[in-house]
C-alpha cells in the first residue's frame, strides 16, 4: 500500500523565490512564535514573499516575515515584522551558515504551513541567486510550456 501524503495546510508560500532562485537544498524548520502570532496565523494572513534566514550568532533568524497583528489582543500584540528564531538541529544551523559564509548562497523561506500536529512550519531552502539572463530563459520555458498545453488541447 503506498505511503499517504501527512496533510500539510498551507499559511503562506514565496512563489517568488523560485523565479529569483536555484534552490538546492530543502529543511523543514519549527519557528518560536508568541501566542498572538499563532492566532494571526490561524487566520491565514502572513507572507513571507520578502523574507530571509540570517544567522545571529550561533542560531538562524527569519528576518522580514509579515505576520500581522492579531486583533483581539490589544495592547498584548506582537510586532508584525519582528525577528523570529528558527528551529532546527545544531548540524543543519552549521551546515547552513558555511553554505552562506563560504559560498555564497542565500538561505530562502519557500513555504509556511500547519504540519499534522498543528505546528507551524517553514520549508527553508539553500538558494543561489540566478541572473538576470537565467531569468528570461526561465520565463520563456514557461510561457512555452503554457502555450503548448494549449496546442495539445486544442489538437489533442
Do not use: C
Request: net charge positive; charged share 35%.
Amino acid at each position: 500500500m503506498a505511503k499517504e501524503e501527512p496533510t500539510r495546510k498551507l499559511i503562506a508560500e514565496n512563489r517568488r523565490a523560485r523565479f529569483d532562485y536555484f534552490l538546492e537544498d530543502t529543511v523543514e524548520a519549527g519557528l518560536v512564535l508568541t501566542g498572538t502570532e499563532v492566532k494571526a496565523l490561524r487566520e491565514g494572513r502572513a507572507n513571507i514573499a520578502e523574507s530571509y534566514a540570517s544567522a545571529e550568532g550561533r542560531d538562524l533568524v527569519l528576518i522580514n516575515a509579515y505576520i500581522p497583528e492579531y486583533g483581539p489582543a490589544n495592547r498584548f500584540n506582537h510586532e508584525p515584522r519582528r525577528h523570529r528564531k528558527i528551529l532546527l538541529h545544531r548540524r543543519q544551523i552549521d551546515k547552513m551558515i558555511v553554505a552562506v559564509q563560504r559560498e555564497g548562497r542565500t538561505i530562502v523561506p519557500t513555504r509556511l504551513y500547519w504540519d499534522a500536529k498543528g505546528r507551524a512550519k517553514l520549508e527553508l531552502a539553500v538558494a543561489k541567486g540566478k541572473s538576470a539572463p537565467d531569468k528570461r530563459q526561465a520565463t520563456a520555458e514557461r510561457d512555452w510550456a503554457r502555450d503548448k498545453a494549449r496546442l495539445m488541447k486544442d489538437h489533442g
